[in-house]
Nanobody
Framework: QVQLVESGGGLVQPGGSLRLSCATSGYTLNYYAIGWFRQAPGKEREGVSCISASDGSTYYADSVQGRFTISRDDAKNAVYLQMNSLTSEDTAAYYC???????????????????WGQGTQVTVSS
């Protein structure tokens, strides 16, 4: 069973930064793509970012392009999401999820991402 645990969420002011961590276990990380997703109350889940296992290619939602950076450390079985220039629109519960098969296909909605963490709350407010 693949397990993922998110951490690093919290309350930050607009313009601030947070670094989310996704600790994984139960599998070899380099065989899975890892995506970050978020969901705010009353809104649909959306894919924020994804990093593939095949070549480390990264993908970002238009709303976070240039502000967020995803990275992975296979030696630590961890994936990170650096979030800069945060705005109130970034407020949501953030989840990491794993997709077997190396690639990030379906990351925008989470389709085929079978293993999910419990989420970590990010609140951006002044």
């Amino acid at each position: 069973q693949v397990q993922l645990v998110e951490s690093g969420g919290g309350l930050v002011q607009p313009g601030g930064s947070l670094r989310l961590s996704c600790a994984t276990s139960g599998y070899t990380l380099n065989y899975y793509a890892i995506g970050w997703f978020r969901q705010a109350p009353g809104k649909e889940r959306e894919g924020v970012s994804c990093i593939s296992a095949s070549d480390g290619s990264t993908y970002y939602a238009d709303s976070v392009q240039g502000r967020f950076t995803i990275s992975r450390d296979d030696a630590k079985n961890a994936v990170y999401l650096q979030m800069n220039s945060l705005t109130s629109e970034d407020t949501a519960a953030y989840y990491c999820a794993a997709r077997p098969g190396f690639y990030c296909s379906g990351y925008k909605t989470g389709v085929d991402f079978g293993s999910w963490g419990q989420g970590t709350q990010v609140t951006v407010s002044s």
